[in-house]
């Protein structure tokens, strides 16, 4: 089993930076797929952004240009930077993990919001 714990949510104004941070623990993820999804209220979840174990990199296009994902295999961490914040990027922030060539996330952690005001 794995389990991941978010952090680094908080309330920020719009053009503003945060990083959120994943660590995993239970075994190491370093081959894993990890995701970082939100879900803000009345929608559905949505990919931020992903990083493969080869440290290849897929983000949404509401993203691109102004969050990184990184992982550090050696701490068993995933971390998303994001810049340039918009009140529409207000939600929950999920990180989750799955096995390479399997379409679902198998591990999800408990979430961290992210408010950001106009």
């Known amino acids: 089993q794995v389990q991941l714990t978010e952090s680094g949510g908080g309330l920020v104004q719009a053009g503003g930076s945060l990083r959120l941070s994943c660590a995993a623990s239970?075994?190491?993820?370093?081959?894993?797929?990890m995701g970082w999804f939100r879900q803000a209220p009345g929608k559905e979840r949505e990919l931020v952004a992903r990083?493969?174990?080869?440290?290849?990199?897929i983000y949404g296009d509401s993203v691109k240009g102004r969050f990184t994902i990184s992982r550090d295999s050696a701490a068993n961490t995933v971390s998303l930077q994001m810049h340039s914040l918009k009140p529409e990027d207000t939600a929950v922030y999920y990180c989750?993990?799955?096995?390479?060539?399997?379409?679902?996330?198998?591990?999800w952690g408990q979430g961290t919001q992210v408010t950001v005001s106009s």
């Open positions: 989750a993990a799955k096995v390479p060539h399997v379409i679902q996330y198998k591990y």
């Open positions: 239970g075994r190491t993820v370093s081959s894993y797929v």
């Open positions: 990083v493969s174990s080869d440290g290849s990199r």
